[in-house]
């Protein structure tokens, strides 16, 4: 059995990567620091980021909006979420958020931590003083399809 130690992070440490979908990830608790009980990072927003429907089949996920606002969209279902709303959205749920306001950040957790092999394929590591990567959804749909991680299920529904 393996041993794990604590992980402590400041504000703004972690490793910051360009998601190829959109926004900037922080990466506060990685699979390998939690022993693969869950992934937790910080997702940072602009106005109009959007994801296509999709689901993770082997991983349960929760969004804890921080600031801003998202339209989310959950097995057919629209609602909005505002700054200190959660959502938590079973496995094999199709869902999809847009963002709604100029910025919004959000702490997401998947559990289990199994899906880091796919945000990893499908990112970038922030360079300080480079501009943001664009969105290549071909990559993501890549990663997704390499990792099986999260299944593109249809279009944004917005």
């Known amino acids: 059995m393996e041993t794990l130690t604590a992980t402590v992070r400041e504000a703004g440490q972690g490793e910051q990567r360009w ?3 959109g926004g900037r990830h922080t990466w506060l608790a990685t ?6 009980a869950f992934l937790a990072f910080e997702d940072a927003l602009d106005l ?3 994801t296509p429907l999709h689901i993770h089949p082997d991983a349960d996920e929760t969004f804890y909006l921080l600031e801003g606002e998202i339209a989310l969209h ?8 505002g700054a200190g709303g959660i959502a938590v ?10 963002v709604i306001s100029p910025q919004a950040r959000m702490l997401c957790l998947q559990t ?4 880091e092999a796919f945000y990893k394929l499908a990112s970038e590591p922030v360079v300080a003083g480079e501009p943001a990567i664009p969105v290549d959804f071909d990559r993501v749909r890549a990663a997704a399809a390499q990792t099986h991680a999260i299944e593109i299920v249809g279009p944004p529904p917005f």
């Open 89 to 98: 959205i079973p496995r094999g749920i199709p869902h999809a958020f847009m």
């Open 112 to 115: 289990p931590g199994s899906g």
């Open 31 to 36: 699979e390998a620091e939690t022993g693969g």
């Open 19 to 21: 998601f190829c979908g």
């Open 48 to 50: 109009g980021k959007v």
């Open 74 to 81: 959950i097995a057919g279902e629209q609602r909005q979420l």
